[in-house]
């Protein structure tokens, strides 16, 4: 008898378990858990701007809580009757020259910083870290002899000085930071092909310090356009002030002018707000470069 032996059976190979995706700490939480802490965040945030316009917007007098029928009379009074258009274009000097002069000084004490060597480079470094915690209140003094004996008070060179000095050691630690991210060799390699230092800096290295100087740029004319105690102590003619000592002007003891003071501050806030529109990616890039070790 034949006995017929059956095939054997094929062994089942079994396909290798893919690796799932990973997830996230984040992505396990409900969204519900996330959306709801920055909604509230954001609404806390636009409601002192929607009450600002609101107030800017409205007809005085009114109750209403929105802003119809929309009126502006109120920026009409604040840049014709009281001043607002002087304190504007005093401002943009302040601010455009503080830019400037904080940029120029601050790139070449920051070319210094981070390409030589010298004795005592630790403690300058710690000096300038440490005049951060100087409150400017404490400069006002010395600065007010200052410029007395110079006879500068009432000038907005004064104010410009003073604001230049109080923004240089930060911006020289961030440029010396960022310049220290360029390699050496391409300054070396301009030498070799016959540049000068500064030919080679200019040629080489100041094209990509680009969002180094505008974060720092950008930081420095903000700073000198919302700054108030300055311009308070250096500028008595009314004709020279700025807009944060102009939206002073329209509080008073007894009352206060709210449709005005919002269409004073719509005025003076819109400017930085276009600023940091537009320049928000080399401002982020900037900061983030230049804040690194050294």
Not at 116 to 134: E, I, N, P, T, Y
Request: proline share 6%; charged share 15%.
């Amino acid at each position: 008898m034949i006995t017929e032996i059956a095939p054997a059976a094929e062994p089942v190979v079994s396909e290798p378990a893919r690796p799932g995706k990973k997830r996230r700490a984040w992505d396990e939480a409900p969204r519900w858990q996330i959306y709801l802490p920055l909604g509230i965040y954001l609404l806390f945030t636009l409601i002192p701007f929607y009450w600002i316009l609101l107030f800017a917007l409205r007809p005085a007098g009114s109750t209403s809580l929105v802003p119809w029928p929309v009126t502006f009379d109120h920026f009409r009074k604040v840049w014709t009757e009281r001043s607002f258009g002087t304190y504007f274009t005093n401002s943009v000097y302040v601010g455009v020259s503080t830019l400037v002069l904080t940029t120029v000084v601050a790139l070449a004490g920051g070319y210094a910083l981070a390409r030589f060597d010298f004795r005592l480079k630790r403690g300058f470094m710690l000096a300038l870290l440490c005049s951060q915690f100087v409150p400017g209140a404490l400069l006002l003094v010395p600065l007010f002899q200052i410029f007395a004996r110079l006879q500068m008070i009432n000038s907005l060179g004064s104010v410009i000085i003073a604001e230049t000095v109080f923004q240089l050691p930060l911006s020289m630690i961030l440029i010396s930071g960022f310049i220290r991210n360029v390699p050496y060799s391409l300054e070396e390699a301009a030498w070799v092909d016959g540049c000068n230092r500064l030919t080679a800096f200019r040629i080489v290295v100041l094209p990509l310090l680009r969002p180094g100087l505008i974060a720092v740029g950008s930081f420095a004319f903000v700073h000198a356009w919302n700054h108030f105690l300055f311009a308070l102590m250096f500028l008595s003619d009314q004709s020279k002030q700025t807009i944060p000592v102009g939206l002073n002007t329209l509080m008073s003891s007894d009352s206060v002018d709210l449709g005005a003071l919002a269409a004073g501050g719509i005025i003076a806030a819109v400017p930085v707000v276009i600023v940091f529109a537009f320049i928000q990616k080399w401002l982020i890039t900037g900061f983030s470069a230049g804040a690194v070790k050294g």
